[in-house]
T-cell receptor, first 113, second 113 residues
Framework: DAGVTQSPTHLIKTRGQQVTLRCSPK?????VSWYQQALGQGPQFIFQ???????QRGNFPDRFSGHQFPNYSSELNVNALLLGDSALYLC????????????FGDGTRLSIL | QKEVEQDPGPLSVPEGAIVSLNCTYS??????FMWYRQYSRKGPELLMY????GNKEDGRFTAQVDKSSKYISLFIRDSQPSDSATYLC?????????????FGTGTKLQVIP
């Protein structure tokens, strides 16, 4: 049973560029959340997708956008990259209903030069 | 004041010791309490997931929740070098189909052989 998979594992970009990160949820899960984890910090919630719609959003600018596809996979897009966007980006999936825990992928490490 | 407070450590213990990790929180709406383990360059791995106050045991791990004091703990018995990782507490509120998960900053644990 495949868990949450993310691609790519590592990405290097320069300031001002755009990036797209991808996530496939754990089998049986339909809800995908994205988090940003800076070095030495806990994950910070970016947004959550359910039924192909953004359901909730954390305190992130609209440079951060996303999408969910009919097969529940998801993308995170970041425009106009800043040095401060360098972080580990984590995808977490869960099944419908708030009583279920989230399971995480291993993340994409994004480095901005 | 942060919603979730966690001592970042680092915490260094000898092999075989009992480890105690703790978090406090301020938001009374939190209903679910989680502990994740995160190895270097990996995503968080769910260790424990609890709903009510009290204790929950799983092998060498015991999670304790005290909602009246807004305090949660994770105990690791007979600690092993393989337990060396960062431990993240996380708390979730759920209402009307919307869930909010907030993480602590993580405590870095080193178990010395």
């Amino acid at each position: 049973d495949a868990g949450v998979t993310q691609s790519p594992t590592h990405l290097i970009k320069t300031r001002g560029q755009q990036v797209t990160l991808r996530c496939s949820p754990k089998s049986g899960h339909d809800t995908v959340s994205w988090y940003q984890q800076a070095l030495g910090q806990g994950p910070q919630f970016i947004f959550q997708y359910y039924e192909e719609e953004e359901r909730q959003r954390g305190n992130f600018p609209d440079r951060f956008s996303g999408h969910q596809f009919p097969n529940y996979s998801s993308e995170l897009n970041v425009n106009a990259l800043l040095l401060g966007d360098s972080a580990l980006y984590l995808c977490a999936s869960s099944s419908t209903g708030g009583s279920q825990p989230q399971h995480f992928g291993d993340g994409t490490r994004l480095s901005i030069l | 004041q942060k919603e979730v407070e966690q001592d970042p450590g680092p915490l260094s213990v000898p092999e075989g010791a009992i480890v105690s990790l703790n978090c406090t929180y301020s938001n009374s709406a939190f209903q679910y309490f989680m502990w994740y383990r995160q190895y270097s360059r990996k995503g968080p791995e769910l260790l424990m997931y609890t709903y009510s106050s009290g204790n929950k045991e799983d092998g060498r791990f015991t999670a304790q929740v005290d909602k009246s004091s807004k305090y949660i703990s994770l105990f690791i018995r007979d600690s092993q070098p393989s337990d060396s990782a960062t431990y993240l507490c996380a708390m979730k509120s759920y209402s009307g189909g919307y869930q909010k998960v907030t993480f602590g900053t993580g405590t870095k644990l080193q178990v010395i052989p």
